[in-house]
């Protein structure tokens, strides 16, 4: 299985991206699908998940700016951005819990996108 990630960029403070998550491989379902950051010198942390039924999860900083979506029938994950802070600066990585066609479940990371908001 494998994850790919797309979307990050240069935006200016007050801007919008979208992030794609991609995932791949032999997959018979997958449970979550979620976006994570990382700033420089910080732990990665959480900035939204989405179930496979639709239920979300937003970090407190990201409420009402960002918004994740999934397309389940592409095994894809959306996170719009909207009011680009520069504390979102970071490096994003899309992480999904997939169940095998074997019935195990595992977890999954993307290689991670850059996204730069200037100020």
């Known amino acids: 299985v494998q994850l790919q990630a797309s979307g990050g960029g240069l935006v200016q403070a007050g801007g919008s991206l979208r992030l794609s998550c991609a995932a791949s491989?032999?997959?018979?379902?997958?449970?979550?699908m979620g976006w994570y950051r990382q700033a420089p010198g910080k732990q990665r942390e959480l900035v939204a998940v989405a179930t496979s039924g639709g239920s979300t999860n937003y970090a407190d900083s990201v409420k009402g700016r960002f918004t994740i979506s999934r397309d389940n029938a592409k095994n894809t994950v959306y996170l719009q951005m909207t009011s680009l802070e520069p504390e979102d600066t970071a490096i994003y990585y899309c992480k999904a819990n997939v169940v095998l066609p074997s019935q195990y479940e595992y977890q999954y990371w993307g290689q991670g996108t850059l996204v730069t908001v200037s100020s």
């Open positions: 491989g032999s997959i018979f379902s997958i449970v979550v």
